[in-house]
């Protein structure tokens, strides 16, 4: 009768002791994957091996409320969520709120987007073409080119008229010379 009560003892007391190994172990897996520290880690397994039930108790209550994977999952999200939001909405010389659409900002008149040169719809810079029309980003460059044509045409018309000008001026110097003389 005693050998058996002896039995019990023993079986309920290895029960009793894997119970509480179990409860550090898990303790230990957890908190290794919520705290890099070492100081936590030590002090969060220590707490469970010392007050079993109780100690894992206060550690659950106390441990970081996420694991280090959910943080930076967390991180990745903010940042992308950042990132689309900050080329739409704020101006990237003056941080000041704009809107889609704008061309130029309004409180800094940094150029935000080109205009479309078939339709006028604001291109952002990253497109390679109108999404409107399909006129492409090159059309509205080449446009460009024969406008300084056309500028460096005007130049001797402009050289013209100083010279000209000048002329007129000597014209009217050696109209008034004469009778000072
Ligand atoms: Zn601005
Ligand atoms: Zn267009």
Redesign the pocket.
Known sequence: MESYVALGAVVGGTAVVLFWVSLVVWTYRDIRDRSQDLAIQVLSVFLVMAFSLIGLLLYLILRPRETMDEAYARSLEEEALLREIGPDSACPSCRRSVEKDFLYCPHCQTQLREA??????P?SFSWL???????GRGAPARAAQPASGVATADIPVLEGLPSSAGKAAKAAKAAKVPPSL
Do not use: A, Q, V
């Open positions: 479309c040169g078939h339709c006028g719809r291109l073409g109108c999404p409107s029309c399909g006129t």
